[in-house]
């Protein structure tokens, strides 16, 4: 008999006025008890509902059922055939709005806790000693990709699976693109990334690091000189955007994507940094997203005294996941919700010393579907920080389409790829966020997979 309690586990976590001085890992996880008793919670239901709402369609089903059973080994190898990344997924994925949201079980009661289970296994598997990955045998055919992101990362490991000698180029230092540079330690582990990349290595994938694709290599030159047979493009949308506001040039404003790599990627927050970062007292973060509440929760942790959320719309529009708006709460982040910057002032020595805001309401809604924001007239009013860090999306960085000859892009900067990835550019595949713009780590994992499935096809059709 299942389980019938209508509340998933909790899971465990640092309580929010220790975590929000330190970067570990705010949720600890489930113990093997806590879990094989969540998986029984699982009706196993025979139209598999959930697996519908996983964009790498894992057979959730099937690896709850080996955890119930208590043989995580097993779980572990039924979630890794559809998924390169499981450590990571069972931590940032919205499955809330994903797998979750599907569940059965989530229609009068709370739905299994399917992200928490697939971190459980991932986190079980990656602890065992002398875990042996099996090494396909070689095709004899090579493709590159060009980032290693959530996306290229799925799409060099599948595409190792099927035999194929993939090298992944990534511009940093470190592979792991915004799993790295983007997603803070006490989200997601570093640790757990590399192991996660160095899994990839055991099945032959070849990273080669301080890769600028488009400077130091251009995609013709890997194609007609490299010998590569097929390059996926998954690098992502780095290219922060600005609100274009007077006093956006001062010291002490920054884009989310500098400081949070600067934070997670350089280590900022360590004493004895190279690459220290101003540790501001009073800080406004201006978004509502994912980025937004890691952006303020690392300032939180870097010692500032006040952290805002300045969003324009209300609470029920933020994008960011719900969990992730709870974890900042919590931890003393403060939201000022329909509101919106119009200027940012600065001191004789151009340091910022506070940010003028218009309170907002929503009218009818835009092309979106939400319904807009308009500034109410009269209600400007000013709030001291001394850091500002803009949080309000990214696009693609052009250097790449700038350098390839026959690849379409949109307008915005995107690459136009159809569902298979394939781009206008024969041999050419793209996906994630260099196509779509900034989305979701599982999204861009999906489209990984989807054109690794191609670039198979592709090849195969040219052997």
Known sequence: MPNMSPNKAPMPSQAPDVRNKNFLEVATGYTKEVAMEEATRCLNCKNKPCVSGCPVHIEIPA??????????????????????LPAVCGRVCPQESQCESKCVRGIKTDPVGIGRLERFVADWHNAQPDVKVNKPEPNGHKVAVIGSGPAGLTCAGDLAKKGYDVTVFE?????????????PEFRLPKSIVQKEVDTLKELGVK????????????????????????????????????????????????????????????????????????????????????????????????????????????EEELPARKEEVEHAKEEGIIFKLLHNPVEIFGDENEFVTGMKCVRMELGEPDASGRRRPVAVEGSEFT?????????????????????????????????????????????????????????????AMGAGKTAAEAIDEYIKSKS
């Open 171 to 183: 511009a940093l230092h470190l592979a792991g693109g915004v799993l790295v540079y983007g997603i």
């Open 207 to 314: 990273i080669e690091t301080n890769m600028v694709i488009g400077r130091v290599l251009s995609i013709d030159e890997l194609m007609d000189d490299q010998g590569f047979e097929a390059v996926f493009i998954g690098s992502g949308a780095g290219l922060p955007r600005f609100m274009n506001i007077p006093g956006e040039n001062l010291c002490g404003v920054y884009s989310a994507n500098e400081f949070l790599t600067r934070t997670n990627l350089m280590k900022a927050y360590k004493d004895d940094s190279s690459t220290p970062i101003m540790h501001a007292k009073k800080v406004a973060v201006v978004g509502g997203g994912n980025v937004a509440m890691d952006a303020a929760r690392s300032a939180k942790r870097l010692g500032a005294d006040e952290v805002y959320i300045v969003y324009r719309r209300s």
């Open 63 to 84: 690896f709850i059922k080996e955890v119930a059973a208590g043989n995580f080994e097993g779980a572990y190898d039924v979630i890794s055939k559809s998924s390169s």
């Open 383 to 443: 709030i001291d920080v001394d850091a500002v860090i803009m949080a309000i999306g990214t696009s693609p960085n052009p250097l790449i389409k700038s350098t390839t000859k026959g690849l379409e892009t949109q307008k915005w900067g995107g690459i136009v790829a159809d569902e298979s990835g394939a781009t206008s550019r024969e041999g050419v595949f793209a996906g994630g966020d260099a196509v779509t713009g900034a989305a979701t780590v599982i999204l």
